[in-house]
C-alpha cells in the first residue's frame, strides 16, 4: 500500500468515527408513545346440554400512555376496560353441613368499565437495577405469560385459577447480577389494582429468581406471602412457584410451570396446587401450533372429597393454531375444555376464534 492510499484510509476511518476518535453527543429528547391492547372472543359451545350456544366478548381492552422523561425515568399509565363489581355464585352451609337457601340482591357492575390498572414510576439508574412504585405490573407469572405467548387466548395457571391480578399498588426492585441471574422484590397492598389498602394494613411481600443456565433455556422460582390480622382471614397464604421452559427461536417453544398455594384465600387447611404444561411449533413463518394442560388440584379435609373447594378442581386442555396476520395483529382458532374432577359437573367444551390487536 502506498503511503498516500494508507493516510486517505486513515482519514476515512476517522471521520466515521468522529473528530479524533470523539462523538458528539446526542442531546435527550422526552418523548411518549400510546398504548393500545385489545382481546376479543367469539365462542361456540358444545357442551352437553348447553343452553347458551354463542356467545361474542371483549377479554381485555388496555388503552394508556407511557412517557420517557429522562433516561433514568419514565412513566406509564394503563386504563382497563373490564368488569370491576361482579356477583359469583354465594353459598351459605350449616353446622350440619347443609345448603341453606339464600337470596341475594347485589348488582353486577358494567362489562366495560373503565378502571385504572397502571400508574407507576420507573427508575433505572444503570443496567443492574430497576425501581417501578405506584400501581405496578407484579412479576408473579409474566415470565410464564410472556413464554406461553398467547394470553390473548387464556390467563397463565396462576391468574387462570387463583384469581390473582396482574398489577397492586405498592413498589419492585429488579436487580440483574449478570446475563444469566437475576431478582426482583416487591412489597404490595395485596389488594390488587382495584382496592386500596384494606382497614388492617396487610401487606404481600413477594420475590423472585430468574435464572438461565444455558442458550434458550429459562427457569424462574417465585414466592409471595400474605398474613393478615383480619379475623375472616385466619391463616397465612402463601404461594410457592417454578418455571422452566426451552425455546429454538422461529422453530418450537415447550415449558411447564408447578403452582402450591397454601391456605387458599387465607382459608387454614384450604390448598391448590397444579401442573400447567405448554409449547407450540412454527409450521410457517406466521402459522403457529400450539396446545397446553393444566391440571389443579386440591387438598382435602378430614378426608372428604365433596367439599365446595374440590369442585374446582380438574383437568383444562387448550390447542389450536395461531395466525400473525401482520405485526400487532393476532388471530386463532381453539379449542378450550375442561373435565371437572366433581362427576356431577358437566364437562365444558368451547370452540373459538379469537383475536388480539395492539400497539
Avoid at 397502571?118 to 405496578?136: C, D, H, M, R, Y
Avoid at 398467547?150 to 390467563?155: D, G, K, P
Wanted: aromatic content about 16%; overall charge neutral; charged content about 15%.
Amino acid at each position: 500500500m502506498r503511503i498516500k492510499d494508507f493516510w486517505l484510509l486513515c482519514l476515512i476511518l476517522i471521520t466515521a468515527n468522529g473528530l479524533f476518535g470523539q462523538t458528539k453527543d446526542i442531546p435527550f429528547q422526552p418523548s411518549g408513545k400510546p398504548i393500545v391492547q385489545v382481546f376479543g372472543n367469539f365462542g361456540y359451545n358444545v357442551s352437553e346440554n348447553a343452553q347458551k350456544q354463542y356467545s361474542f366478548w371483549f377479554g381485555r381492552a388496555h388503552l394508556g400512555y407511557e412517557y420517557q422523561f429522562s433516561p433514568q425515568f419514565s412513566g406509564k399509565i394503563i386504563m382497563d376496560a373490564g368488569r370491576p363489581t361482579t356477583v359469583g355464585q354465594i353459598s351459605v352451609v350449616n353446622a350440619s353441613g347443609d345448603n341453606l337457601t339464600v337470596s341475594n340482591s347485589s348488582k353486577e357492575g358494567s362489562y366495560y368499565t373503565m378502571t385504572l390498572k397502571f400508574a407507576s414510576l420507573e427508575w433505572n439508574p444503570n443496567e443492574q437495577v430497576k425501581i417501578q412504585a405506584g400501581g405496578i405490573l407484579q412479576n408473579h407469572y409474566i415470565t410464564q405469560e410472556k413464554f406461553w405467548g398467547y394470553r390473548y387466548l387464556a390467563e397463565t395457571f396462576q391468574d387462570r385459577y387463583y384469581k390473582i391480578p396482574s398489577s397492586d399498588l405498592g413498589i419492585i426492585v429488579y436487580l440483574k447480577a449478570n446475563e444469566k441471574i437475576g431478582f426482583d422484590l416487591a412489597l404490595t397492598n395485596g389488594e390488587g389494582f382495584r382496592f386500596d389498602q384494606d382497614a388492617y394494613g396487610d401487606v404481600k411481600l413477594a420475590g423472585g429468581v430468574d435464572f438461565i443456565p444455558a442458550k434458550n433455556l429459562q427457569t424462574r422460582f417465585y414466592y409471595d406471602h400474605t398474613s393478615s390480622t383480619n379475623p375472616v382471614k385466619p391463616d397465612t397464604q402463601q404461594l410457592i412457584s417454578f418455571f422452566a421452559g426451552y425455546k429454538l427461536e422461529n422453530k418450537f417453544r415447550i415449558g411447564g410451570e408447578y403452582n402450591y398455594r397454601f391456605n387458599h384465600l387465607n382459608i387454614s387447611n384450604h390448598n391448590l396446587f397444579g401442573w400447567s404444561f405448554y409449547g407450540s411449533h412454527s409450521l410457517w413463518r406466521n402459522i403457529e401450533l400450539f396446545a397446553r394442560f393444566d391440571w389443579l388440584q386440591a387438598n382435602t379435609m378430614n378426608g372428604e372429597t365433596d367439599n365446595w373447594y374440590y369442585q374446582n378442581t380438574g383437568k383444562a386442555l387448550i390447542t389450536g393454531v395461531h395466525f400473525s396476520l401482520m405485526r400487532g395483529i393476532n388471530l386463532s382458532l381453539n379449542y378450550q375444555g375442561w373435565q371437572p374432577d366433581e362427576n356431577s359437573l358437566t364437562s365444558q367444551n368451547h370452540l373459538l376464534v379469537s383475536f388480539e390487536y395492539k400497539l
